[in-house]
């Protein structure tokens, strides 16, 4: 992949241009998701609402033309779900004066762009009003997820329905469930099987990041201090380096400034990504490690010349996660008709 030498500094800075103005708005045990998933189908609400997901899209094609940033950050809220006592909604639980820190405002998730939580308040109050008390916040997220996919370029797939709302939200559980930007491959694949998840599912739900960005101190250490060496990590193309650390200095930078995962088509759902960790271009180490280890490379090379299968593993993938840790049932779930509040 040839990009111009150039292009990088016109990129991120026109990315963060774009972002920085919305940033203002940004700001049980893991053996609970690793049970056999409790059957799903794409038919769940077929008597009971049928038009939920044209419900739900005329909410999100709205966000993505106003807010841009909710595709990526939707999508993000979903795997942070997932990954977090499964997908049950939890992570859009805001904790109460008084009460203990919920998934949402774990120092992991402090992050996620209101834009997201946004997008699923305004999905659920409009099929609230056709459907009440019927179609799970859980299951609105997972639909949402998919729409801002295929808005964004990616594939259209039909989501399975059925997952109820959790009735647990502990902050505590978020860091240990979540990758780190520097995590190593061993540590994701350790974490990724611990969800049912393969090391296919790994490389593929990584493309993800095809779309989105991340703030300068997820990627600081790469710039200046790689490793404890006091030098940039090698494994960085000297371009994407220099333009890095004009965005994001050592030392008093802007908390604000996030720069894009794709620093080729950063706004585009394609298989740029995985190109990019070919040239050196990928933007945390744990992306960038995906390339070099030889476990994981020769899938990053099939997905970066073939899209077609990109988008079919993809969509399997988020398939298979959206199935983590479903609830299902009064005894174990609930249905909210505020995704922000248990049911009394």
């Known amino acids: 992949m040839s990009v111009s030498s150039n292009s990088f500094p016109v990129i991120i ?42 419900l739900v899209a005329s909410v999100t094609s709205q966000q993505f033309r106003e807010a841009p940033v ?33 998934e949402k405002d774990a120092e992991d998730n402090k992050e996620l762009a209101l834009e997201a939580f946004d997008s699923i308040k305004k999905a659920k109050s409009l099929v609230e009003s056709k459907c009440p008390g019927v179609v799970s916040c859980a299951d609105i997220l997972a639909i949402a997820a998919r729409d801002f996919v295929h808005l964004a370029g990616g594939p259209y797939y039909q989501v399975k329905k059925g997952r109820w709302d959790g009735k ?21 694949l350790q974490l990724f099987k611990s969800k049912g998840l393969t090391l296919e599912d790994l490389v593929v739900l990584s493309g993800a990041h095809t779309i989105g960005f991340a703030h300068c101190h997820h990627f600081l250490n790469r710039l200046y201090n790689n490793k404890g060496t006091k030098q940039p990590d090698p494994n960085i193309d000297p371009r994407l380096l220099k333009a890095l650390k004009m965005s994001c200095p050592q030392f008093g930078g802007n908390s604000d400034i996030v720069a894009p995962f794709d620093v080729t088509t950063p706004f ?47 969509a399997a993938a988020m398939d298979k996660m959206g199935s983590i840790g479903v609830k299902r049932g009064r005894k174990h779930g609930e249905r909210r008709k505020d995704c922000s509040m248990h049911m009394s």
Do not use: W
Not at 72 to 95: N, Q
């Open 13 to 54: 800075f026109m990315f963060i241009s774009l972002v920085t103005l919305a940033s203002h708005s940004f700001a049980k045990s893991t053996a609970n998701t690793t049970r056999r998933p409790r059957q799903l189908s794409v038919g769940y609400y077929a008597k009971s609402c049928p038009l939920v997901d044209q």
């Open 70 to 102: 909710s595709g990526p950050a939707t999508i993000r809220l979903f795997f942070h779900d997932c990954f977090v006592e499964g997908c049950d909604a939890s992570v859009l639980i805001t904790t109460r004066m008084g009460s203990k820190l919920t």
């Open 168 to 188: 647990f939200s502990i902050a505590s559980r978020v860091h240990s469930n979540l990758p780190r930007a520097n995590s190593t491959v061993d540590e994701l």
């Open 268 to 314: 585009s759902f394609d298989t740029a990504y995985y190109g990019n960790l070919e040239d050196k271009l990928g933007l945390l180490a744990s992306d960038q490690a995906l390339f070099m280890d030889p476990r994981t490379r020769p899938l990053v090379q099939n997905l970066a010349k073939d899209k077609q299968k990109f988008f079919q593993l993809f």
